[in-house]
């Protein structure tokens, strides 16, 4: 292959150290070139992309600052940032940096893809943050109460763990299997009853969960947590650009036959792992038919609401349709029924999920490129913060779709037999298993809808499923909801009631609980231990006129 011409190559500006920048030289220069390499203090340079390869890293003030510097100083040339082995940064930090290109760890193959990329107008990011560095604070002396919170929650914890343990890998066994699933669910709802009662007394004592928890709900809702690695490439940095990075994510994580690790019992996990991968894969690709008809079309504001929710019914016959397979069928009654019509006849998928947030916020980003609010910052949506903001959006309405055509499918495997080979999980074919988990699934929606959703409204959270590369779990957003708390029937609004009631009568108890303690203190000490010491005292003297008589 020829070699292009050096006037027809990009000028690369690099920042680095003697023998890191002879390195990275040699990578780029490498047939064909990325392009040309020039110094900064060489006369007349124009540089289409600027390069910086961190040799010792710099505080994070100092950091953001020079990056700032750059893009300022060679205006309007990108930054790609290369990052060492094991630096001390965070993954927010890094979020919010303004480069346009993080890379972690520097090897040639991703440094010249990262070149390309940028050079061609998109964005990457690929990072594995440092995990940050706790720093043990004094702990204060423990109260009766608080001791009870903590030893508690440290047993729960320590039990559960163990059990999850055992779980990983789960028995072969079926008996032991729903022994420790059912210990585990058990221990959960331990943890939460406890929490229920003692948690405002503890928080008013300054009491802390154990560290580590097991079944930790809250997290982050920007990605994946601090140890794990953010992959993100941009080949363009417009809504077609940002669809097509998402796209390609969410497609690898539901093809993987995503696990539970949600804390939450799942209609999706009755599903065979393949079919679980097959409705997913389904509604992903129905969603970007939907997008291309709402490309088309062009509605804004409340027309395209109106139209979202129009097409959502359809939406899901569609994806529950290439899921069981078109031409299938199965024997039903005598006879041969085709798979996909029995399933859309026999299912209600009409219904809306309350818990389902704004579409606006996901769907003006992927059509429109707008703008949108993460955490009180206005982002473009081509920032990392977004993109993994986005990300979740989409990949809980996945899961929420996929439930509500799960548990369609769970009721009609019920009726047909048949049925539960081709799409349930081995161990349901059985009908007590498969009856159990759908009354465990109808005991915990009646539980969610009666007092979780309350809850959630009432300390402004919203649940979402996200979809990761190995399981989905469950992180929490908060956001004021005070529309729907409004909306709520008179068993949630006394669940409501009840934790207003809870948090006004803590400060109360706390104060009766310190005055029965110090008169405990005062009884102990003044009355029962000068009348310990009176009694002594006679014994003694009565002990000493005995010895003296004698």
Sequence with gaps: MRRRPAQSLPQLLLFADPLQRAGIISWLQKDPPCGEVVASDAPGISPQLILWCLG???????????????????????????????????????????????????????????????????????????????????????????????????????????????LDPPPDRLLPLLLLQGRVRELRMARRLLLWLWGPIGMAWGAVAPAGPVDEEAADPQGPGGGETVAITLRQ???????????HRLAEAAAAGPGNRSGQLLALDGLHP?????????????????????????????RLDALWRELQPQLRQQALRQMAGSYVQLPME?????????????????????????????????????????????????????????????SNWLVRNAELISAEVLAACAEWPELRRYLLRPDLLATRNLERLRNQLNAQQRWSSWFERPIHLYESRRPLYRLGPAAIDRVDLTEPRDAELRQLGWVQQAVTLALEARDALAPQLQGLLRRLGDLLVVLLTQVVGKAIGLVGRGIVQGMGRSLHRG
């Design 56 to 166: 010792s890293p710099p505080e994070p003030q100092a950091l953001d600052a020079e990056i700032r510097r750059l893009l300022e100083r060679w205006n309007p040339a990108p930054l790609l940032l290369l990052l060492p082995h094991g630096h001390p940064y965070g993954r927010d930090l890094l979020l919010q940096l303004p480069a346009q290109g993080l890379l972690e760890p520097v090897e040639e193959e991703g440094v010249r893809e990262a070149v390309a990329t940028l050079l061609a107008g998109g964005r990457v990011l690929s990072i594995t943050p440092a995990p940050r560095a706790e720093v043990a604070a004094p702990v204060p002396p423990l109260g009766l109460g608080q001791w009870l919170l903590l030893s508690g929650l440290q047993q729960i914890d320590a039990e559960l763990r163990l059990c999850l343990g055992l």
């Design 274 to 302: 393949s079919r679980r991968s097959d409705l997913l894969l389904g509604l992903l690709e129905q969603f970007e038919q939907l997008r291309s008809r709402l490309l088309q079309d062009d509605p804004r504001g409340e």
């Design 237 to 247: 940095r417009t809504a077609d650009g940002l669809w097509e990075a998402l796209r």
């Design 334 to 394: 005598g006879k041969l029924s085709p798979v996909a019509e029995t399933l859309l006849r026999r299912s209600q998928l009409e219904g809306d999920d309350e818990e389902l947030p704004d579409p606006m916020a996901m769907l003006q980003p992927l059509l429109q490129a707008r703008p949108l609010l993460v955490e009180g910052r206005l982002l473009s949506p081509d920032e990392p913060q977004a993109v993994l903001y986005l990300e979740l959006l989409l």
